[in-house]
């Protein structure tokens, strides 16, 4: 099912991380309920090379993108299927290297990998899944 992402009525909730919502509720609880907040994002020093921060800078762009982007409702069902799944796409395109790399051996990664991918084709709940994938990448290691 394709998301609406009509301007006509946005929910800008998925845009608010916890901070915000902290804030919020301070300003809410300290009678400053109609004040309006603004709120900045920095870092005094770029923390593990910079990944971090770019990658949350590009989780927040894909998210925000529709809502500048679209002024009025889509009526492209490519577009708006194209739309649904790109935070899919986005989340495996940085998932699977990281797969790869995590285990210290390629072998064991792509083990538990197949494991995984197995296991979630039959419907397996999510953690006997992760339990069986991390198992079999345990038990490879002993043997490589």
Do not use: C
Not at 30 to 42: A, L, Q, R, S
Not at 85 to 94: D, E, F, N, R, T
Not at 111 to 121: C, D, N, Q, S
């Amino acid at each position: 099912m394709a998301q609406n992402l009509s301007n006509d009525h946005i929910n800008l909730t998925m845009l608010t991380d916890f901070y915000e919502i902290t804030m919020a509720n301070g300003y809410f609880t300290n009678g400053f309920k109609d004040t309006i907040g603004y709120f900045d994002m920095f870092f005094r020093r770029v923390p593990d090379g910079g990944g971090f921060a770019i990658m949350a800078g590009v989780a927040y762009l894909i998210r925000v993108v529709p809502f500048t982007v679209f002024r009025k409702k889509i009526q492209n069902h490519f577009l708006q299927s194209f739309l649904y799944y790109i935070p899919y796409a986005v989340l495996s395109a940085m998932t699977i290297p990281a797969i790869f790399y995590s285990t210290g051996n390629v072998i064991t990664a792509a083990v538990g990998t197949v494991v995984a991918v197995l296991l979630a084709y039959w419907n397996l709940p999510l953690i006997v899944v992760a339990l069986a994938a991390s198992a079999a990448a345990l038990v490879t290691g002993f043997f490589v």
